[in-house]
Nanobody
Framework: QVQLVESGGGLVQAGGSLRLSCAASGRTFSNYAMGWFRQAPGKEREFVADISRSGSNTYYTESVKGRFTISRDNAKNTVYLQMNSLKPEDTAVYYC??????????????WGQGTQVTVSS
């Protein structure tokens, strides 16, 4: 079992930045690829970014490329999502997730409770 706890959400103006963190506990963190997802009101949850076990490979949905950066610190059991140039359409609850799979697209086995990000125009 892996427990995931997100933090770092909040209210920010368009063009601003936030850094989300996801702290993991329970199993060996480096055995899991990690992903970030988001769900806006009235919409389905969507993939945002993913990072491989070692951090050597990253993947992004098209709408965040060049603005968001996913990273991880395996010594701290934490994955991050740096979000720059935020837009109102980035407003959503953001979730981190852990996957035991090696290849993309992955299925994610564990999920955090989410953190709210609100971008005002």
């Amino acid at each position: 079992q892996v427990q995931l706890v997100e933090s770092g959400g909040g209210l920010v103006q368009a063009g601003g930045s936030l850094r989300l963190s996801c702290a993991a506990s329970g199993r060996t963190f480096s055995n899991y690829a990690m992903g970030w997802f988001r769900q806006a009101p009235g919409k389905e949850r969507e993939f945002v970014a993913d990072i491989s076990r070692s951090g050597s490979n990253t993947y992004y949905t098209e709408s965040v490329k060049g603005r968001f950066t996913i990273s991880r610190d395996n010594a701290k059991n934490t994955v991050y999502l740096q979000m720059n140039s935020l837009k109102p359409e980035d407003t959503a609850v953001y979730y981190c997730a852990a996957s035991r799979q090696y290849a993309m697209p992955r299925e994610y086995d564990y999920w955090g409770q989410g953190t709210q990000v609100t971008v005002s125009s």
